[in-house]
């Protein structure tokens, strides 16, 4: 399962956190602390996947912003990675070529993404498709 | 300015925009704490907020908090808004509620109460939001009011899709906060239906949930229907078809054990393979991962299922991965490195993943990241064996002068693991061990240098050749203390072995070991301590040199009262040894061989990587070396393991007491005529305890007897009691005793195997000339499994002798049929008896034999000096 969500840009500001486990406010800080510093020092010729206390964390870079997954050790990496980018992709595609400040602004608004495509740390939605069409509807209501 | 929708909250983006132009963290800190003034006044304040205020402000909050700021108000509003009608409304109220939710706060009531009404709506936009709050939420209390609820939104027919994905990953998050609370009934049973469902994000969401019900209990969901997918269009990612529900599927039947018909699966399996070695539809990046996460999650059932029919595919697998080594994507790489490791463990692929070895060692040199480099040091781990022992050795040598601290430690363990278990030339693992001492020293731990010191003292071959390589190491100007401690040990006991050459003679060993002796901490210096007594009675010639620093006020006067009390002692013994030479001699006699157990080392393995283990655990054959002193024996007894000298001792005793109560006269005798003691070495993965020469079994009855087995039985000339037989399954101890010419054997028969149990077990000893053999407890007709049983045999001798006499045993284990010969040491010297008489009588009876007939003579050559002493003192 997927432990928590992470969108950090590289100067390790949090532009959304999402647990799926119950952690507290300051284990939740130090692990933010922790993936931003793990991640950042790596580059092109690493893997996407990296050890992690006791899990891993799966992640690719867009542009400024880090998306990490951390998940179970025995989750499937590539199943991962490519979750990352399909959420990415969705973004891409309801924002009109998302940037960082987008995710800033509608920070509201990226939650109810997030819980169209994963919940309970599993994968709710995986159709562009449909999530699409849900996201549009409920954004148009008032 | 970035898009705002049309409710968009203009106050709110205005607040952020604000905070971000703040310059410094004083100004941000007074924004925010402006804006907390003025949302708490308006919450006060007289007029009633309406819904589209209050959610801005509560908004607002939200963001505050999200920044990393206190917010200890605003809950109530946000509680209310979930009572409004409207979707924005609701769902900032309820966004708000499970970031900042704290247990205990007194508003959960009221939450839970508005959730109900949520979900009972008629709108699945508001039951989804409802789930989607719980989901999120998913405390126990949660659990408690709603577990029970849910499971009608999941099964019922009415309901939208959109209702049940959100309804069954909400159960299960509760599942996960309160397995307890499961509610019982039908609806898991309905749930698996799901699977079947048209719409796939019921299916996926559906899986995930079947997945952690049936991990919790396997036998309730054993009937899961294979579904039929429908309408992909939707769900075909950069041309693969529904990858994402394909892994889930594919690890929900491994959770399963291999279905009865196998050929639809492995058909399915196969397609996926083919689709792998089929040129790819797209050159993006994101096709080769999906195709291949489905790729990797297959050869994961594959590795599951492990039986004859998935063989095939288990050789294919490896291949596909053989490839991916060397393919440009670090993360392709890196996961068939592991995948490799996994299949290098089943037996019907390990040859093909030998084949990689190349591949693996060049990839452990040229890696740039070290996370890949730890799973080809991983996979050589488990790719090792007799064929490619030394060079993996040698190769994680070298890796092991540049590795990360941190992984040091684990790669001196499985260094000396496998250069343990796959020695041919035992002297090429002392190397070896010195080599790491020396490359990696800070971390190689207590176990390690443990061991060597055992093996060592176990193997006569190599006493020797250790002391040479640890006078020269120790000669070396850069020293490691563990290298000085596994040195004056080794020195101590086996240094005499090399006191013949000149430059290793004993006034240079001493003066070797005191240059180092201040350098070192206490623990080691009175290791030293104790070889220095050991050299005072080896060589007698230095012991003045020795005594001196013995008397020394630095160690004497020492703080340290280990060493003060070593020193002193020591001293003493050897002052008194002066005017009683045997005593020293006594004292400081050879270090007898230790007994076996479980390798520490393994056990130290086990606690930093618990999978890594898997691979050596499974016994292999052990490669019975001849020259191993033969160790000592299982624990007949529950008493603590002793050296050989021990059981000979108890059987003498029992001599006195034989017939009357056989099992009961001796203190170390087991307990009485029962089954099942407890077994020990039986965890002997080294097999250096394993005798020689494993029996041939044959699948059916063998058409000839199967050969004798006798080369155990010089050991039992002086022994009467110790292991007559061993191999990966059985294990069978003898324990003689006698008085004049009556013998009985008792032979107990210990299945080592902790699943499958000896069946059809038959053993007989016949008659041979000049013994006469009589059965006085039958063997037992079926060995359970990690249990032992005893079969007690007479024996009369009649008159002299000159064979063994054999013990036929067969029986079946686990469908292989089982035969052995083995020769029941019984020499003539055995019913031999004293017969006391003074010198007068003992000369008539010499002087009587004259005839040329009672005269033999005959000259041979001793084994060795130490096995004379052993035997004849």
Not at chain 2, 136 to 156: C, Y
Not at chain 2, 469 to 498: K, S, W
């Amino acid at each position: 399962m997927i432990r928590f969500i992470l969108i950090q840009n590289r100067a390790g500001k949090t532009r959304l956190a999402k647990w799926y486990i119950h952690y507290d406010e300051t284990e939740k800080q130090k692990l933010i602390e922790d993936v931003h510093a793990l991640i950042t020092v790596r580059d092109a010729k690493h893997t996407n996947f990296v050890e992690f206390r006791d899990f891993k964390v799966v992640y690719r870079r867009y542009a400024g912003l880090f998306f990490c997954f951390c998940v179970d050790v025995d989750d499937n990496n590539l199943a991962h990675l490519e979750g990352i980018h399909n959420f990415v992709e969705v973004l891409n595609e309801y924002f009109h070529n998302v940037c960082e400040l987008d995710l800033v602004f509608n920070f509201h608004k990226v939650y109810s993404v997030v819980d169209e495509a994963f919940l309970a740390g599993e994968l709710r939605e995986t159709s562009q498709q449909k999530l699409l069409k849900e996201i549009n509807h409920l954004h148009s209501l008032e | 300015m970035p898009t705002v929708a049309k409710d968009g909250m203009r106050g709110l983006a205005v607040f952020i925009s604000d905070i971000r132009n703040c310059k410094s963290k004083e100004a941000e800190t007074k924004r925010i704490n402006k804006e907390l003034a003025n949302i708490r006044s308006k919450f006060k304040g007289d007029k009633t907020l309406d819904g589209y205020h209050k959610k801005k402000y509560v908004c607002k909050l939200l963001f505050i908090f999200l920044l990393g700021h206190d917010v200890d108000f605003g809950h109530i509003e946000a509680v209310n808004l979930l009572s409004s009608n409207k979707y924005t409304e609701k769902q900032i109220g309820y966004l708000f509620i499970s970031v900042l939710l704290n247990d205990g706060n007194d508003l959960v009531n009221l939450i839970i109460q508005n959730i109900k009404n949520d979900l009972s709506s008629r709108n699945p936009i508001h039951v989804n939001l409802a789930l989607h709050c719980i989901a999120n939420v998913g405390t126990r209390e949660m659990a408690e009011a709603f577990f029970n609820e849910i499971p009608k939104l999941l099964i019922s027919k009415e309901d939208i899709d959109q209702v049940k994905q959100s309804a069954a990953l909400c159960m299960l998050r509760l599942y996960r906060a309160a397995p307890d609370l499961l509610p019982s009934g039908d609806w898991q049973n309905r749930v698996v239906h799901l699977l079947n469902d048209s719409h796939l994000g019921v299916v996926t969401a559906a899986s995930s949930l079947i997945h952690a019900l049936a991990e919790g209990n396997p036998d309730a969901l054993s009937r899961i229907v294979t579904s039929t997918y429908q309408d992909l269009q939707d769900y075909t990612y950069y041309f693969v078809p529904a990858p994402w529900l394909s892994c889930k599927l594919l690890r929900l039947l491994q959770l399963f054990p291999p279905p009865s018909e196998q050929a639809r699966l492995i058909e399915c399996l196969e397609v996926i393979l083919n689709k792998a070695q089929e040129p790819p539809k797209s050159k993006k990046i994101q096709h080769s991962n999906a195709k291949n996460s489905v790729l990797l999650e297959a050869i994961n059932l594959i590795i599951h299922l492990d039986n004859d029919a998935v063989c095939p595919l288990l050789v294919r697998a490896t291949n596909q991965l053989g490839q991916f080594l060397n393919h440009r994507e670090t993360n392709l790489r890196y996961l068939a490195l592991e995948s490799l490791a996994q299949l290098a463990q089943c037996d019907f692929s390990r040859e093909a993943v030998k084949k990689h070895l190349d591949t693996v060692i060049q990839a452990l040199k040229t890696e740039r990241d070290v996370s890949v480099r730890q799973r080809a040091v991983d996979l050589l781990y488990a790719m090792c064996d007799r064929s490619n022992a030394e060079r993996i050795v040698q190769e994680m040598l070298a890796y092991l002068e540049a590795a990360d601290y941190s992984i040091r430690e684990e790669m001196v363990l499985k260094t000396a693991i496998l250069s343990e278990k796959y020695a041919t030339d035992y002297n090429w693992y002392v190397d070896v061990i010195l080599q790491l001492i020396r490359v990696a020293g800070d971390y190689v731990s207590e176990e390690v240098w443990h061991r060597v010191i055992q093996v060592v003292t176990n193997r006569e071959d190599i006493q020797g050749y250790a002391a040479k390589t640890c006078f020269d190491a120790l000669q070396q100007p850069a020293c490691h203390e563990n290298m000085v401690r596994v040195g004056g040990y080794i020195l101590g006991e086996f240094g005499n072995l090399i006191a013949g050459d000149q430059r290793s003679a004993p006034l240079v060993q001493f003066q070797l070991l005191q240059t180092r002796f201040h350098l070192c901490s206490s623990t080691t210096r009175s290791l030293i301590l104790s070889a220095y007594i050991k050299m005072i009675n080896l060589f007698p010639e230095i012991k003045t040199n020795i005594e001196d620093v013995l008397r020394s006020d630095v160690l004497q006067k020492n703080s340290d009262i280990e060493l003060q009390q070593r020193a002193l002692e020591y001293f003493k013994l050897s002052a008194i040894s002066a005017s009683n030479t045997e005593m020293l001699a006594t004292v400081l006699e050879e270090m007898p061989p230790f007994p076996e157990r479980e390798s520490s080392i393994l056990a130290k393995l086990k606690k930093k990587k618990p999978a890594a283990v898997k691979v050596i655990e499974s016994p292999t054959n052990g490669h019975g070396d001849d020259k191993a002193k033969s160790l000592p024996v299982a624990k007949m007894s529950n008493d603590p393991p002793m050296p050989a000298a021990a059981p000979q001792q108890s059987s003498q005793d029992l001599l006195v007491d034989i017939f009357a109560t056989p099992n009961t006269a001796a203190p170390a005798a087991p307990a009485a005529a029962e089954p099942a003691y407890g077994l020990t070495n039986m965890d002997d993965p080294f097999g250096i305890n394993s005798s020689p020469a494993a029996p041939p079994t044959a699948a059916a009855a063998p058409s000839e007897p199967p050969p004798l087995i006798d080369s155990h039985c010089q050991k039992f000339f002086l022994k009467n009691s110790g292991v007559l037989f061993e191999d990966e399954n059985l294990q069978i101890g003898i324990k003689m005793e006698f008085r004049e010419r009556l013998g009985r054997v008792q032979l107990f028969y210990g299945n080592k195997s902790s699943s499958v149990d000896i069946s059809n077990f038959k053993a007989n000893v016949e008659s041979i000339e000049g013994l006469k053999i009589s059965t006085h407890q039958e063997a037992p007709n079926t060995i359970t499994v990690g249990s032992q049983f005893q079969h007690i045999i007479n024996i009369e001798s009649m008159k002299d002798f000159d064979n063994f006499p054999v013990l036929n045993i067969s029986g079946l284990y686990g469908g292989k049929y089982l035969a052995l010969r083995i020769a029941v040491p019984l020499y003539m010297t055995k019913f031999a008896a004293t017969a006391t008489m003074d010198a007068n009588q003992f000369f008539q009876r010499w002087r009587g034999l004259e005839k040329p007939d009672q005269q033999s003579q005959s000259v041979f050559k001793t084994a060795s000096i130490d096995r004379e002493a052993g035997m004849f003192h």
